[in-house]
């Protein structure tokens, strides 16, 4: 079956760190994939979204790439910081109408 | 601008008691919709999803249902909830591409959830 997945449950890193984050996908090849971050008790927020044909994609402190070869995304922090500390989701889209989430990395940034 | 509203926010009710959960969106037209459940430190299991008013796909056979009455109502329903029916509760839309392609801005926009909890 198709699967998105992010092997890290949790991050743990020293604030001014850079945190990277891992997403896998099998069995299928997603157009494009996104990450969100989730809040304790709260909806995910949509943060990136990169294509398949797009190597990186960057926003601010945030940096996304997309290895088809790999089948892997990662997601990167830059200048990490305690307000940063969350749970960070990988989405990819399976068809045109349905998006399959990741169990998430929760992230830690100790000051 | 768009917005999507989900209640109640929290809910504890009695097994084999019925469940009603509902969402809105509000400032777009013809979304896709969809119901997502999170297990405590789990990601989010969808459950159900729609293209249009009377459409409903769902992902994993269960005790719920799921209905569009109106273009911007997705309602999750249960008629009698089990103990393992608890979990977080989450609503989302996103723009519907045209025919078969997917436009660049497709994310999903989440409600608040609702925390059920069955007792």
């Known amino acids: 079956s198709q699967k998105i997945e992010q092997n890290s449950e949790a991050l743990n890193i020293q604030e001014g760190k850079t945190a990277t984050l891992t997403c896998n996908y099998t069995?299928?090849?997603?157009?494009?994939l996104q990450w969100y971050r989730q809040d304790p008790g709260r909806g995910p927020v949509f943060l990136l979204l990169?294509?398949?044909?797009?190597k990186e994609k960057r926003k601010e402190r945030l940096k996304v790439t997309f290895d088809t070869t790999l089948k892997q995304s990662l997601f990167h922090i830059t200048a990490s910081q305690p307000a940063d500390s969350a749970t960070y989701l990988c989405?990819?889209?399976?068809?045109?109408?349905?998006?399959?989430f990741g169990s998430g990395t929760r992230l830690s940034i100790r000051p | 601008s768009q917005t999507i509203h989900q209640w109640p926010a929290t809910l504890v009710q009695p097994v084999g008691s019925p469940l009603s959960l509902e969402c809105t969106v509000e400032?777009?037209?013809?979304?896709?919709l969809y119901w997502y459940r999170q297990a405590a430190g789990r990601g989010l299991q969808l459950l159900f999803y729609?293209?249009?008013?009377?459409?409903i796909s769902s992902e994993v056979p269960q005790n719920l249902s799921a209905s569009r009455p109106q273009d911007r109502q997705f309602i999750l329903s249960s008629k009698k909830l089990l103990l393992s029916d608890s979990g977080f509760y989450l609503c989302?839309?996103?723009?519907?591409?045209?025919?078969?392609?997917?436009?660049?801005?497709?994310?999903?926009?989440f409600g608040q959830g609702t925390r059920l909890t069955v007792v």
């Open positions: 989302a839309w996103r723009v519907k591409g045209t025919g078969n392609a997917i436009t660049p801005n497709t994310e999903a926009f």
């Open positions: 069995n299928y090849s997603p157009a494009y």
């Open positions: 990169i294509r398949e044909n797009e």
């Open positions: 989405a990819g889209y399976s068809s045109a109408s349905k998006i399959i």
């Open positions: 400032g777009t037209s013809n979304p896709n």
């Open positions: 729609s293209v249009g008013i009377g459409q």
